[in-house]
């Protein structure tokens, strides 16, 4: 009853303005969802070419090839291993870090923004990169993954912008009166007040992570210790190596290896699907950290 | 040729001297044995020196010695290991060394090689079929990462030396343009043929002979058009000429008369009577682009050839769309199995039919790494894999597990293991990650109806095409690497261009040559000839 | 003098902390990125593969001059600063966009599953998406493209291969590209948005203001530093039209509308790897970049000296 009288008591242009945006949003939804959707239909199918609403011919067969084989199962492991472990890594770094390079009586803070945006731009490349990591002894290690990206420069100017724009210079100066060091002001205070901050570098390391393939690439040897993305691009890779034999004639048993293509080609959209999941289940909850008014509640309070 | 010659009567000296000594063991190389244990030492007190490899006879070894070895996985096969592969326990029991087996995707091991090269701590011994370019195999060698295998051939390389007296074309393919061998290549004996496949069920259906010339072609084109081939009741779904565009290039080369296998892109190279000259400037290219843009502009050549997925032209061909496509057609994968393989056509600027065949080799295969502990040990192992049981487990794979033999005589096969019928190499589980010597006489005759009609049909007319194994010099590579790298976008964009009209062929023929001289065409061919003849060994 | 100078060493002195906060950071940078950057060198060398960093002979700007000279170098300037800046006028405002209207969706379920399936595509792998693109643009068998050519036979024209269609080439492009990435990138204004007053949109509730008017007053300008810092960003960003991307939507008919630095650089290395042209190439990449970012920067201090980056 209240809801409907409030929704009555809105003015034309609001009621106009959210009906609108109701059309708009099933519109975006639905651009956004039939493509995935056909991905999952493929993903049952026995055919890429031709599954467009209903599976063209409904089979479990590349679901069923994918969790057959154990390098899959552990590169799920190792991947949520490093998403995890790495996600956490890089929030340790990245926040203090963020939130020292917003304070104004900061002194050289600048410099260190500037040191840090010249990586953005220079690099040594790919073999000196392997040779450092070569020197530290981190090659093949999982180590190797986790501190080789631990926090990039367009995040920590983001976290930067953030802690800008919400912690007001005078809110350190009232605490410090009060006896309140940096340090404590940081975990007691700024911490719970950037829960938004939080939430989204969690999400773009995370994601980052998730998706990863080329770091593991060069620094892994053992297939034990490969993450799921990469899982995928061997899968993708040893398709076009089929085709391609296929093509210069190397095969002379062309239909069976014609099916293996086939077989293969449905596999990677069903790894697509099982590794797109768990982010799609992730955001929603991360979303009550956007929810409206939870910081500015508590720096008025 | 002098050298030639000079580097065949010291192997075959050699080859005399060691097949004489070979009863005697490895004796008298006691002295250039490596690092060796303290067993041998202590040994050498109470009993004989033995030394730790052996020449010219198994086992290799007569101490435990471990190889480490990277190769590339088994490409095709998801989620297999080269590890896996039986050839490695075979080798291990006829050899007696240990062997640890480092393999990774093709795609993987191309971006993992440049670095595993930079770090010494973490090379291999021996690096098996991973995709080595030609100059980058000089430029380890002589930068000090790959072994100079010259030496080490002369002595340990008993099986290598008979190669290279069989095969002319041998030794040409193991040396680098500076004239040392750093690596060597897998001859598989056979050629992969560039071919192309038409539906006969159409043509007798419209009513027609197969067409042995372009011209005749097109009239059947002109037939096919209008009616309805497939006989699904409709007339206007029929494709005439449809295939993957990059292979698509050499088949149409060949009827006009131009022999290139590889590359498909960029800028292509022939040689007639020895010289050697720019494909893409030539009146027999203009003539091919003016029929493939006459097919074009009438809707006889598929408008999506340029951009269509590979999942697309099979399924268009699986619903018998197609009358004409290059590659092989295969009769379980089309629901018509009207397909054969026609003599190759010829033209009204080429009178002899021409299919264009790949080299019967793969370069750089076996390459071993500077700082191994075991050189000989790994020079003896490369040699024993171009013996014949070792080249026939490896290209072949094993009797009684892989194939069994048919016909004793003349070694026909049959194949085991995977039911649907294969035949050695094509067997993911041995195939191609060694360097070996396929023989001659293990060449097996097609088995499928599709291999014997191929090789009846087109085999004759195959020729091997040079471009793809000259070896160049730094210089050389830095040289052609800048002209071809803008001369070959040019010439991508202008085939495609002429094909489809964007381009008008009459019109802008004339400025599109001049260009093509500009951009360096004819430096680019005088590098090539030098190549050439330092490939053929011609003075 | 000395004043200055005993208030900075001050500051610095209490604010110790703050260096520790940062020093973590500062170490991975330096173990990581400035340690390996001796590598940047051979742009400016004729490395040869399995040279020691340092021992390849020394040319100067002979690669920088190979690609100035290039005939393609006009072409691929142009055809990616036109992927870029087509990219940021229509990509940019999109997830702002977004972002504001989703935020005023009442119902939390409508909301929370939209905004999830928008942010969907973003994990999608290049290769399928591009695999996608390209079947469903097929004018044979393609969903879109059967429906393109469809409306052009109605209208009386005839049918086209719109994968073939030079200018078609940068929609493709840069549209994928929107399906992909608007839902993610309107994350972080989303965020944003959650320091907004909610006591002031009350208030201006009260007075009369609608959805629109409430959306453009009070929730718009508290993106605006968010926003100010990602267009520069973005701008600094203007040469790095990725190479994957590029190599999986193009085909041979519009090499002149599609070929891009990244994939024209990969295409050289035909004989043997190409590090030295590659690198010279990046670096000349870096240097625009980090001019235009400069550039942009400089005009926002003087616009708004607290939005900018520095």
Redesign the interface.
Known sequence: MERKRKWRNQCRADRIFDIVNGILMVFIFAVCFYPLYYIVVVSFSKQ???SYLVPNGFTLAGYESIFQ?K?VWSGYANTIFYTVAGVLASLVVTLPCAYALSRKDCVGRNLVMGFIMVTMYIGGG??PS??NI?NLGL?NSRWAIILSSLTTAYNLILARSFFYTTIPDDLFEAARVDGCGNGRFFVQIVMPLSKPITAVMALYFGVARWNSYFTE??YL?D?EKYPLSLIL???L??????????????????????K?VEL??I?QYCLIVVSTIPMMIIYPFMQKYFAKGVMIGAVKG | MKNKTLKKMMAFTLATFMAFSAVGCGNEDVTNTPATDATSESVAETVEETPLYNVGTLPIVNEPVTIKILTQ?V?????T?AADAGIWAWLEEQTGITIEV?SY????LK??L??I???P??MPDIFLRCDF????VM??G????LLELDSYIEEFGTNIQVCFDNLDYAYGASVSADGHIYALPSFNGSK????YSMNKEWLDAIGKETPTTLEELYEVFKVIQTSDANGNGDATDEICLSG??K?FKRMMLSTVGINCYWPW??CLFDAKDDKVFFVETTDEYKYMLQWLNKCYEEGMLD??I???????L???KEANQVFMFN??M?P??TPVTGGMFPVPLTSEVSDTPLIAA?APYQVATGAIAANTEYPEVCVLLLDYLFSEEASKAAYWGLEGVDYKVTDEANFVIEGLG?K????G??NYKTAMIMPYWNRDEWIQPA??E??RALNEIQGAYSQVAFQNYLH?T?EE??Q???I???L???L??H??GFI?G?YDIEKDWDEYVKKCQQ?GADELTKIYQTAYNRYYGIE | MKNNKSKIWKKIRVNWMLYLFMLPAIVYYIVFHYVPIYGVQIAFQ?Y????AFGESAWVGFKHFQ?FFN???FGTVLKNTLTLSLLNLFLGFPLPIILALLLNEVKNMRVRKVVQTMTYAPHFISMVILC?TV??FL????GIIGMAINGIRQAMGLNSI?V??VGPAFKWIYVLSGIWQQTGWGSVIYLAALSGVDPQLLEAAEMDGANKVQRMIHINFPVLIPTIVIQLILKCGQMLNVGYEKVYLLQ???I??SS?VIST?VY????????YS?STAVSLFNSVVNATILIIVNQITRKLSKENSLW
């Open positions: 890429v070419v031709g084989n390098d790919l073999v392997y040779i070569s090659i690439m060069i040897r297939l691009r061997r899968l890779w040893s398709i076009e190596a089929l085709e391609q034999m296929i093509e210069d004639g190397l095969i002379e048993n062309v239909s069976h290896a014609m293996e293969a080609g596999m | 996985d490409t095709g096969r998801p989620f290991k480092e995707p093709a795609e993987e971006t993992k440049p670095l090269m930079a770090s701590d973490e370019k030609e100059t980058d430029n380890y002589q930068n000090g990462q992969t043929l560039v071919s993957d565009p292979t892109e960029g408008n999506e340029f951009t269509q997925e590979s999942a697309q099979k399924a268009k590659g092989y295969d379980e994968n790949s995977e649907d019928g294969f035949i190499s094509r088995t499928t599709m291999g160049f730094n590579v830095d052609v690497n800048v071809a790298a803008d070959g976008l040019y991508d964009d085939y495609v489809t964007t951009m | 004729d040869k593969i399995g040279q190979r290039s005939a393609w695999g390209t079947m097929s004018p044979s068998t291969n994968l073939s085909n041979s008919t090499l002149q070929e024209y295409r050289s290395g035909i004989q043997g790897a190409q042209y």
